[in-house]
Structure formats: structure tokens, C-alpha cells
């Protein structure tokens, strides 16, 4: 079980602070006075906000590409499961 937790922790706690890395970002940009910034600051800054908020895609063997939310909410179901097939069986 501790391996489980393990690996579960690997995938699942770094795709999930990156995206609110990524969100944190463009909320900050949003909520400071990027719109008393020069023309040319301001484009920048619109970029970086674009760029913070597109999703990112994950390969899954070169088959298929899913975004980070998406893998991240497989593996928390596939890791519920297995605890409640885990906690049926052991009885």
C-alpha cells in the first residue's frame, strides 16, 4: 500500500500544483495594474496570461494526448478504486 501511495503521490501532487501554478500566474497579471503599463508591457503581459492559461497535454504512449486535468482525475478514480477493492477484499 505504501508503494501505491507512493506512485500515486508522484503523479497526481505535481500536476496538480503545477496547474495552480499556471493559474496563480494568470490571476496575478490580471489583478495588478497591467492596464496602466505601457503598450508594449501590456501585449507581454497579455501574452503571458494566454500562455498561462492554455492546457497542457500529457502523451500517453504516443497513442493519445490527454491534459493534465484530465490525467490527473483518472488517476485519483483508479486510485479510489483500488482502496475500495482493497478495504471489499480484505474482509
Known amino acids: ?7 500515486f503521490s508522484i ?3 505535481p500536476v496538480e500544483e503545477i ?3 499556471f ?7 490580471y489583478k495588478s ?8 508591457d501590456r501585449k507581454l503581459l497579455l501574452f503571458v496570461m ?4 492554455s492546457q497542457e497535454y500529457v502523451s500517453a504512449g504516443g497513442i493519445i494526448e490527454i491534459n493534465i486535468n484530465t490525467f490527473a482525475s483518472i488517476i485519483r ?3 479510489s478504486l ?6 471489499v477484499l480484505s474482509k
Open 50 to 53: 494566454i500562455k498561462a492559461q
Open 23 to 29: 493559474s496563480d500566474i494568470s490571476s496575478a497579471i
Open 77 to 79: 478514480k483508479v486510485f
Open 33 to 40: 495594474l497591467w492596464y496602466e503599463r505601457s503598450s508594449e
Open 1 to 7: 500500500m505504501g508503494a501505491l501511495l507512493f506512485d
Open 11 to 13: 503523479y497526481v501532487f
Open 82 to 87: 483500488y482502496a475500495i477493492l482493497r478495504n
Open 19 to 21: 496547474n495552480f501554478q
